[in-house]
């Protein structure tokens, strides 16, 4: 039974860097996309971005464009987003997720079964 392990969150000033990484332990097949997504009380969970693990074609929400950078190394089975330039509005739990499938919409939550347990990233103003 694989499992996705989040690490990386914490505290970060506005303007300032975060990376979080996300390891895709005990799975026997490469994960097709992996993705971030964040939520905040009483918001729907939000695709922030995504890449599929073959080509590294990455997806990413118009909000974080230009900011955030996903990377994936398949060799250690792990995802990344560095997290540049933090607006306050980048606050949320964020949370990895894992698909083993053809996806047309890799920002959609609701296309991901596999999810890890979250990590919280805070940036203030």
């Known amino acids: 039974q694989g499992q996705l392990v989040e690490s990386g969150g914490g505290s970060v000033q506005a303007g300032g860097s975060l990376r979080l990484a996300c390891a895709a332990n005990?799975?026997?097949?490469?994960?097709?996309?992996m993705a971030w997504f964040r939520q905040v009380p009483g918001k729907e969970r939000e695709g922030v971005a995504a890449?599929?693990?073959?080509?590294?074609?990455?997806y990413y929400h118009d909000s974080v464009k230009g900011r955030f950078t996903i990377s994936q190394d398949n060799a250690k089975n792990t995802m990344y987003l560095q997290m540049n330039s933090a607006k306050p509005e980048d606050t949320a739990m964020y949370y990895c997720?894992?698909?083993?499938?053809?996806?047309?919409?890799?920002?959609?939550?609701?296309?991901?079964?596999?999810w890890g347990q979250g990590t919280q990233v805070t940036v203030s103003s």
């Open positions: 997720a894992a698909r083993f499938e053809y996806s047309r919409a890799p920002l959609d939550p609701s296309q991901y079964i596999h």
């Open positions: 005990g799975y026997t097949d490469r994960p097709d996309y």
């Open positions: 890449i599929y693990t073959y080509s590294l074609n990455p």
